[in-house]
């Protein structure tokens, strides 16, 4: 996994509760191999109309928004079954962080295990950005894992709350396996003293 100290980028907004893992990633596309680019079918179905053609009202159909790094989303974000292909297709895309006052329990898990960003914040404030994002297409946002901050050039500057194991894992770029091997001193040590 790629370590997370600090990003600046395009945020994308996703202004729909409740937007869940089949929105982000339609199931037909479950079946595909993990070396395909998932990140070709997020938001398949709210990017095309029914007839194939691009939907032009969705944000991350506008040139704008396509370089986007941080998803700002309503309440209840990726929610529904427990499909990690949705992280995978944020993660393919090159998203690395979600903003949300809520998202939905196995996806914050298979999101932490995969170095993408769970950021929670309350929804007044999330309104806001995405009011704020909608307004100014292509706004950069900062999200500071160190700080533990998300702001914008202007200095709108909101803390956020983060699991230490988690924080850890993500600055240095760790996976389970990757922590655990971190620990093989103290492992080591737990078995020489256990077996005497």
């Known amino acids: 996994m790629e ?3 600090r990003l600046d980028a395009v945020a994308l907004p ?3 509760p409740n937007c869940d893992t089949d929105q982000i990633l339609p199931a037909r596309y479950l079946q595909k ?19 194939g053609a691009e939907n032009e009202s969705f944000a ?4 704008a928004y396509r370089p986007a790094r941080i998803v700002v ?7 529904g079954s427990s499909r990690e292909h949705a992280v995978w297709a944020l993660y393919d895309y090159g998203v690395r962080a979600v903003i949300a006052p ?3 329990d196995i996806f914050a898990s298979n999101a932490a295990k995969n170095g993408l960003l ?5 929804a007044d404030v999330v309104d806001g950005l995405i009011d704020r994002i909608a307004a100014e297409p292509g706004l950069h946002v900062t999200v500071d894992l160190e700080a533990q901050t998300v702001s914008t050039a202007d200095g709108d500057t909101h803390a ?3 699991d230490a194991y988690l924080k850890r894992c993500l600055l240095e770029g760790l996976d389970e396996l990757g922590f655990t091997l971190t620990q093989m001193e103290r492992i080591e040590a737990f078995e020489r003293d256990y077996a005497s």
């Open 118 to 122: 769970t950021v929670l914040l309350p």
């Open 73 to 79: 989303a309503k309440e209840n974000f990726a929610c």
């Open 14 to 16: 996703i202004a729909r």
């Open 102 to 104: 809520s998202v939905g």
């Open 3 to 5: 370590p997370f100290v």
């Open 33 to 51: 191999p993990r070396s395909d680019d998932f990140g070709a079918y997020l938001f398949r179905d709210l990017r095309d109309r029914a007839d």
């Open 160 to 162: 956020f709350s983060i």
């Open 60 to 63: 991350l159909n506008q040139p």
